[in-house]
DNA sequence: GTTATTTGCTACATCGATTGTGCAGCCCGC
DNA sequence: GCGGGCTGCACAATCGATGTAGCAAATAAC
């Protein structure tokens, strides 16, 4: 094994090039040419500096500059299509502008949330976005006393600008089309379409959660408040609340709204016990899509939110400096059973 | 709105308190004791800090120090529920160690792996994690020069610990579960099991393909070179090559080892158009786990990866500095058709 | 009552890169 | 041959936090 050796400075390259740091510095950098370094010095550094291996130590650049060269994204958790599609999203488009992308996931907890807002504030982020916010002024509070730029994304905050999915039009969409693939006419408890999962209180199962009951009243077939069923977003706590729905109700209804992927894994761990034929006599839809989710043993209507389009319309905002408090929607798109979509990076894997 | 107010940095809590920047450099850290400070002056300072928000400037601190504070980890891509999991428990286990996680993903190609690295080497991480390495070498040979504790998840290297999953044991136990199941008994081009996927020249295909080859050797069905088709990871190549193979043989063979969720995904579209009943004529395998993938409508048995434990096995080497160039196994498990796994973050989502 | 020792704090150099300012040398014109 | 302008670089301050060395006052020792 070798010695410590420490990574090559700017003045060790000044030393063996017999130039000075700044020159070194300038020659390394965009500002040679305002600084009326010759050609010839910029090369012969340029040079020398790739045969130490130099690369310039950030933490430094960043102290003198008050710019990191970093970008933050908090988003609720990475082990999700949705989040990690943004996540892919937010990487490429983060290395297109020669950011470095920090993303951190928050659990869902507002506490976490602003532990690592803090954090990356002291890593001098550059820009913030946050996915799924849960509290969204907090954030905005400390990001402004930081005077960091920052958009919320998924989620909406009042304090700065926000790219959202439409989620009222996507479930609507997924409402319509669960009544009308409804398998019975009735109005009778299991005649009914349930909405299971998501949380009552945040934005977008907020949204979700109105324009299930607006295509609901509207049909006239206005729903019970048992109807909605707002148990959160994890796997375990929808299974329970799938099982004992279909206890009160003597099996299965005639339509669920699943409010997420991540409930689908819980409520289809409980289907998965009961015949087929009873699941074939429920319609299922989710918001959001999973390929696999797309061929089950039974079919399911999903709604892709756009991720890769959440991410682009956030970064426009940043690139074009737009500092307004816009609201800006993109549209999910409703996938019929049984299609296959086609994601941006389906090239890699 | 506000004006732009810088952060508040230790000379204005020195100015704000009376103290010397030194001595509230001393208070708001660990090591006011060993320094002699007062317990009031102590709390003087830290009462003053909070009052104006203060929170350390962490490329300052980084700087001077030598250390950054962040752990840097390097994987395929996000959009993988494999590697997903393993950002969520690799964020896990560095925020118990009040490390910020930096994950950057290569999209497997070796330059960008390698320009990856450096730029973290850049912002001084003060480890970094390398998952499915492409030219582990390289990667050893930048961390050597930058004296940067490293270690290979998933792709072992020569050069530093390495935590892989037991390659050999899952595929075998996967090959031998498809010989069993195989709905034929003969040898015929469509009587055979194909493996689909991966790259033949990375470590953890080729563990797995000479596992196929040795399981079907010794079961007396000695593989044919056609029989391994290893056409990368990407979605769409495997559908190319699974439409392929279906056009020679005249149909489905007798089964299919899939070597990833993402060829899988390919290798469904394809399947997806086919009658059910050819399907169900097929045994299918995958290479990882995917909850939704277990419930298809045609059975697949699945090898689940342990995500969670590489990333712990890897950071209690990190723990215990362990620098021996060991090689820890990890054992994946056999999974059955329609079997619901309850991973570590199921209570949350 | 004088000399050690301890206590509580401050001054200053430092980490590595950036940048405003300054200053030789050179060419030019007249 | 002298002022003015340009070229090509060096010097030094700076960003914010840390840690060593040191200094005055308080306390202890004898």
């Known amino acids: 094994m070798r010695k410590l050796t420490r990574k090559a400075t700017i003045y060790d390259i000044a030393r063996l090039s017999g130039a000075s740091p700044s020159t070194v ?39 003198r500059k008050a710019r990191s060269g970093l970008v933050g994204m908090v988003i609720p958790l990475h082990d999700n299509r949705f989040f990690s599609s943004m996540s892919q999203s937010f990487e490429a488009a983060a290395r297109d502008r020669g950011l470095v992308p920090v993303i951190a996931s928050s659990m869902r907890e507002p506490a976490e949330e602003l532990r690592i807002v803090e954090t990356l504030i002291s890593y001098a982020v550059d820009y913030l976005f946050i996915a799924g916010a849960t509290d969204p002024d907090a954030v905005t509070a400390m990001c402004r006393a930081a005077n960091l730029r920052h958009i919320f994304v998924d989620l909406p905050g009042k304090g700065a600008p926000s790219v959202v999915s439409d989620n009222a039009k996507g479930a609507a969409d997924l409402t319509r089309r669960l009544l009308a693939d409804r398998p019975v006419t009735g109005a009778t408890p299991r005649d009914r379409i349930y909405l299971i999962g998501g949380d009552a209180t945040d934005y977008a199962s907020a949204q979700r959660i109105a324009a299930f009951r607006a295509v609901l009243t509207e049909a006239g077939l206005p729903p019970l408040d048992e109807q909605i069923i707002a148990c959160g977003y994890a796997p375990r706590s929808a299974l329970r609340e799938i099982a004992a729905l279909c206890d009160r109700l003597g099996g299965l209804p005639a339509g669920v709204f699943v409010n997420s992927v991540t409930v689908l894994e819980g409520v289809l761990n409980h289907l998965s016990r009961l015949p087929l034929d009873d699941l074939r006599a429920c319609v299922i839809g989710c918001y959001d899509y999973d390929p696999f989710a797309a061929y089950l043993q039974f079919p399911v209507h999903m709604v892709r939110q756009d991720a890769h389009g959440l991410i682009q319309e956030a970064y426009r905002m940043i690139d074009e400096n737009v500092l307004d408090l816009v609201l800006k929607m993109v549209e999910p798109e409703l996938i019929a059973p049984r299609t296959f979509y086609d994601s941006p990076f389906s090239d890699r894997g």
């Not at 040679?32 to 130590?57: H, P």
Request: glycine share 8%; charged share 25%; no cysteine.
């Open 25 to 63: 510095s300038a020659a390394l950098g965009e500002s040679w040419r305002t600084r009326r370094i010759s050609e010839a010095t910029v090369e012969a550094i340029r040079r020398i500096a790739a045969a130490e291996g130099y690369s310039t130590n950030m933490q430094a650049r960043g102290l």
